[in-house]
Each structure stands twice: as C-alpha cells, then as structure tokens.
C-alpha cells in the first residue's frame, strides 16, 4: 500500500478542487433550504474562510492514498461540519445529518463531473487544460444543484421541519459509510476482487455508488418529512377534538354563571330596596364585583360568544383588557370546530404573550371580525416584550423543546388554508399582529 502523498495532476486523478469547490456548494445549498439558517452577515467571513481552507487543503492533497485518505477525508468531513456549525441552528445531530448529506452530495457532483471531462477528453477530443476544465466543472455542477433547487423548491410549500435524533443521524451515517467506503476501495486497497486499477472502471464504480447513496439519503430525508407529516397531522386532528370538547364544556358552564349571575343580581337588588344606606354601599359594591362574570359578547356567532367569553375570564384573571369587534355571523360557513380551534389559539397565544408585559396598563389585545371586499379578516393584536423570531411570516415557538410546542400556530395555519385562505404574523414597536384573510 502506498502511503504517500501523492501530488498528481494528471487525468486518471480527480482533482482535490474539484472536490472542495462541490463540498462547499453543496453546503451552500442545504443551508440556503434550511428553516434554521442563521440570519447575518458577520457568519459569512469565517464560513469563506473555511470554503478557502478547504479548497487549498484539496489540492495540496490531491492524489493521496492508504491512511493519509483517510485523514484527509476526516479533515474534509470537519470542516463541512463548521460551515454548518456556524450557519444552522440545532444541535449537533442536526448539523451532523445536514453534513453527511452536503459531503455525499459533493462526491456525487465531483465524482460525476471528472467522469464526464475523462470521457470527453479520452474520447471526444477536449483538450485537457483548465479552461474546460472549470467549464466541465461548473456545468455539471450547476446542473446537479439545479434539479436539486427543483426537488426542494416541490417540498418548500410542506413547509415541513425535520427533527434530527441520534436514530436519524445514525441511519445516514450508515448509509454514507458502507456506500462511501466501497465507492473508494480501489483508493485505500489493491489486489482484491472488489477494487480495481482501471481508471475508466473505477469511475464508472466511484460514480454510480455515489449516486446511489445521494439517493438514498433524499429518499430517506423525504420519509422522514413525511412521518413528520402524519404525526403532525394526528396531533393537530387530536387538538381539534380536545379543544372542541373544551369549547362545549365552557359553553355550558357559560351559561350555568350567566344563570347564577342573573338570580345573584336580581337578588342583590331586593335587598337594596329594603336596605340601609351603609348596607346599600356594600350591596353595590358585590354588584361591581360579580359584574365581571356578566357574559357581554353578542357577535351572531354562539361559537365565537362562548370562546370571547371564556378567553375574556382569562383575561380579567391575569389583569389583560381584551377589546373586541366582531361580525361573526360572516364566520357562518365554517364548521364550528374551525371557529373555536381558530379563535382559541389565537387568543390563547395572545394572552400567552401579553401576561409577560410587567406594566399591567399596557397589558391589552385587541380583535377584529369583519369583511373586506370578499374576504374575511380576522385582526388579532396585543402588547409584548422580548425577542420574537419568525419564519415565513409566523412566529417560532418560545418553547425549548421546538418539537412538541408551536401546533398552535400550525392549527391556525392548517384552518386558513383548509378554506383557501392565508395567515401572516409581524411585530413591531411592542405590538404583535396576526392577520387572517379567508375568502368567502
């Protein structure tokens, strides 16, 4: 075995930069498609110094085999792994996963570029120099990421987010190994029946294999995607039902306070028509004070009433002044369980971010029902403080644990669009806004 490092720029070698100008593509192009990019600029000086190392410490190395292959693969795998670490945000698994998938991807591109300029040089008469070297280089290059850009932007409406554990990352990582290791075997062996000295075989082998595991592991990321899929579409179904059955729930203890309000006052004012003067005072004062539990909203909606009503109670309990204009008989075409999911997320949410507000007369939300043309809006506003993060103009969970919070906003979003409708989010100058066009 020769464990030297072999400097050979001859056509029988891939060279090195051909490599690390499609591992830093290829890192680009996972991180432009990712959900968890980081935002900024002052990332993109070390991760092109990183692309710069890569790509000098590619073709220094170009042509080495045995033990120092090894190393420098490990060297590469590294690198890729900080462009990511610096770029994304999750953990290591996640990091780990996107880059086994960039570094397959770029031997895949590498492998089946060099391929095709072997042949055309071998025999169709191109001239081996650096000119068409680069114009083989970036044509196929450009044509891989550009199908991938296809494939990508066909799942961008799923708007889907992987969540990565150690069974994931373990999965990839085996299936980049075993097919990585026999796709190089004739790098690291000679002399057995699994390798061969055969330029024009071994880059059959190399990117044939390559290709597979570049398939295998979209296929595996797209059932992955689609197990997300189902579990969030059985946790928001069982979402709807539990907050249906609340909604009946409160419904019918609405009216059993509305009932024991009414028989409460009327009482308290035959007292008062007997009553002394200091005993009168008293007297108004209770009235004031179960007041609070009088329902007052009258939307034309029995739905949307019950859910005001309630949501109201959680406001006066936590010092929030909840404000409301509604025309909800315009919400008459949707089904009920659509109405009280949609109004008691947003509202549950809106809470949720306004009793962090310290000064309690700034703690406020607002709510608006009514028709625009041919569409209903539903406006939803409130106070808050702190740092709010967004992606595709809705708001990220607060929550730690990212994969068992944020159905709430994805109920919301699943209801707006099941009737052909759209929702978006912003924040600015304390406020928080959420906006939901349905058509009617």
């Not at 990511?84 to 953990?91: K, R």
């Not at 000119?131 to 409406?157: C, D, W």
């Not at 035959?270 to 009258?298: C, F, P, R, V």
Request: glycine share 6%; net charge neutral.
């Amino acid at each position: 075995m020769d464990m030297k490092i072999r400097f050979i720029s001859d056509l029988g070698n891939t060279p090195g930069i051909w490599y690390a100008i499609a591992y830093f593509l290829s890192a680009l192009f996972f991180l432009s498609f990712n959900h968890n990019t980081r935002n900024g600029l002052r990332k993109w000086g070390p991760v092109c110094g990183l692309g710069a190392f890569l790509m000098a410490f590619m073709h220094i190395t170009t042509g080495c085999y045995g033990l120092y292959f090894l190393f420098v693969m490990c060297v590469v795998i590294t690198c890729i792994y900080f462009i990511f670490h610096l770029c994304l945000e999750g953990d290591f698994c996640k990091r780990a996963y996107y880059t086994i998938r960039a570094f397959m991807l770029g031997e895949f591109m590498a492998s089946l570029g060099w391929q095709i300029f072997y042949f055309g040089v071998k025999n169709r008469g191109v001239i081996f120099d650096a000119l068409h070297q680069s114009i083989s280089m970036f044509t196929v290059y450009f044509v891989i990421l550009g199908i991938g850009i296809l494939l990508e932007k066909r799942n961008a409406p799923r708007n889907r987010e992987l969540i990565i554990k150690r069974r994931e990352l373990v999965m990839v990582f085996v299936i980049m190994l075993i097919l990585y290791s026999v796709s190089n075997l004739s790098y690291v062996v000679v002399g057995t029946p699994f390798t061969t000295q055969s330029t024009p075989e071994l880059f059959i082998i190399r990117t044939v294999i390559d290709f597979t595991a570049v398939s295998l592991l979209v296929l595996y990321h797209e059932l992955c995607l689609q197990t997300v899929e189902k579990i969030e579409a059985q946790t928001l179904k069982s979402m709807y039902e539990m907050q249906y059955s609340q909604y009946q729930i409160q419904e019918e203890n609405i009216a059993l306070v509305n009932q024991k309000y009414h028989d409460l006052k009327h009482q308290i004012l035959a007292l008062k028509a007997g009553a002394s003067e200091g005993t009168n005072d008293y007297l108004d004062q209770m009235l004031d004070e179960i007041k609070h539990y009088e329902t007052s909203y009258a939307t034309g909606n029995r739905v949307l009433d019950t859910i005001l009503s309630s949501e109201g109670m959680k406001c006066q309990a936590r010092g929030i002044e909840l404000t409301c204009v509604a025309d909800g008989s315009i919400l008459s075409f949707m089904n009920p369980m659509d109405v009280s999911a949609l109004f008691g997320n947003a509202l549950d949410n809106a809470i949720e971010g306004t009793e962090k507000v310290e000064n309690k007369d700034e703690r406020l939300i607002h709510l608006t029902v009514d028709k625009q043309k041919s569409f209903v809006r539903i406006f939803v506003e409130n106070r808050y403080t702190g740092n709010i993060r967004f992606r595709h103009s809705l708001p990220l969970t607060s929550k730690a644990d990212t994969n068992f919070h944020g159905f709430g906003i994805k109920s919301m979003k699943s209801i707006a669009e099941k009737y052909g409708g759209s929702i978006q989010a912003s924040a600015e100058d304390g406020w928080f806004k959420l906006s939901i066009l349905i058509p009617t």
